[in-house]
């Protein structure tokens, strides 16, 4: 069983949808990176957090640190948010080590 | 601001040979990192920089060297390239540890045949 796991593995969805990718660890945490990864490769940071919640345009990440999970959630879904999520733990203690998941395979549809 | 740039994109090896995956960032950044990406994995470190002068071995350090040439450039080098090595590499930046979103290089496929 990994450290950090993700669901859905893949998602689809209509244009305008709400969309909610999770994450789950097993380790205790100091913050945890959600990134986005498009069809061409290019891996972009959207948040990291250790609490709470943040909110960046469409997007809005949030964490549950007794319950060891969070959630990336996508307002208004569009063609364009068509990617791979992916989240990443960094254990308490640990600096660099980041945990990574194996991504959560979005499609949005017009 | 180009961020983080590594070279090149696209390799072909035959098993045996050796190469050097270049990597530099213009942020002024402290620490650098190198990962592969394998499918159905999630993203696997393999060295790391904490700072100028420093590397440490991540998860997956065999087969492979690094340099911090300085503050801005991170090697990694392939010194007899294996097919296990075959995988999409992408180096990271942050300002340093515990701090800041990571900053992505736009990665290098490398194929060993």
């Known amino acids: 069983k990994n450290e950090v796991e993700q669901s859905p593995q893949n998602l689809t969805a209509q244009e305008g949808e709400f969309i909610t990718i999770n994450c789950s660890y097993s380790v205790g945490i100091s913050a945890l990176h959600w990134l986005q990864q498009h069809p061409g490769g290019g891996i972009v940071s959207l948040f990291m957090?250790?609490?709470g919640k943040k909110k960046h345009g469409r997007l809005i990440a949030t964490i549950n640190i007794q319950e060891k999970h969070s959630s990336l959630h996508i307002t208004a879904s569009h063609p364009r948010d068509s990617a791979v999520y992916i989240c990443?733990?960094?254990?308490?203690?640990?600096?660099?080590?980041?945990?990574f998941g194996t991504g959560t395979r979005l499609q949005v549809f017009p | 601001n180009a961020g983080v740039t590594q070279t090149p994109k696209f390799q072909v090896l035959k098993t045996g040979q050796s190469m050097t995956l270049q990597c530099a960032q213009d942020m002024n950044h402290n620490s650098m990192y190198w990962y592969r990406q394998d499918p159905g994995m999630g993203l696997r470190l393999i060295y790391y920089s904490a700072s100028e002068g420093t590397t440490d071995k991540g998860e997956v350090p065999n087969g492979y060297n690094v340099s911090r040439l300085n503050k801005r450039e991170f090697s990694l080098r392939l010194e007899s390239a294996a097919p296990s090595q075959t995988s999409v590499y992408f180096c990271a930046s942050r300002l340093a540890t515990y701090t800041g979103e990571l900053f992505f290089g736009e990665g290098s496929r490398l194929t060993v045949l």
């Open positions: 990443a733990a960094l254990p308490v203690g640990n600096t660099d080590k980041l945990i």
């Open positions: 957090l250790s609490s």
